[in-house]
């Protein structure tokens, strides 16, 4: 499996982003997909994850202001996220787990893409 991710930026706090991540490969539907970010100086952490069921995890931080959806037709994974804070500011990543249950250590995944910026502004 091949991961992109795009839909990074520059917004002000307060405002929406939305990430997609498109998979390659014919198993997309069988992974569990997960969203990571890495602020500078930080370890990456767990966002948000979806089954292939489309039963969904988020980290405390996340709850409330972000949603993760999937397509499984289209082999993306959507993050939405809504009322961003500076402290969102990270480099956010897709990841693959071939799993049944959502993980939320990163060393878990298989597969990851490279990676896309947010930064919001104060």
């Known amino acids: 499996v091949q991961l992109q991710a795009f839909g990074g930026g520059l917004v002000q706090a307060g405002g929406s982003l939305r990430l997609s991540c498109a998979a390659s490969?014919?198993?997309?539907?069988?992974?569990?997909m997960g969203w990571f970010r890495q602020a500078p100086g930080k370890e990456r952490e767990f966002v948000a994850g979806?089954?292939?069921?489309?039963?969904?995890y988020y980290a405390d931080s996340a709850k409330g202001r972000i949603t993760i959806s999937r397509d499984n037709a289209k082999n993306t994974v959507y993050l939405q996220m809504n009322s961003l804070k500076p402290e969102d500011t990270a480099v956010y990543y897709c990841?693959?787990?071939?799993?049944?249950?959502?993980?939320?250590?990163?060393?878990?995944?298989?597969?990851w893409g490279q990676g896309t910026l947010v930064t919001v502004s104060s």
């Open positions: 490969g014919r198993t997309f539907s069988s992974y569990v």
């Open positions: 990841a693959a787990d071939l799993a049944s249950i959502i993980n939320t250590a990163p060393g878990v995944y298989d597969y």
């Open positions: 979806i089954r292939w069921s489309y039963m969904t």
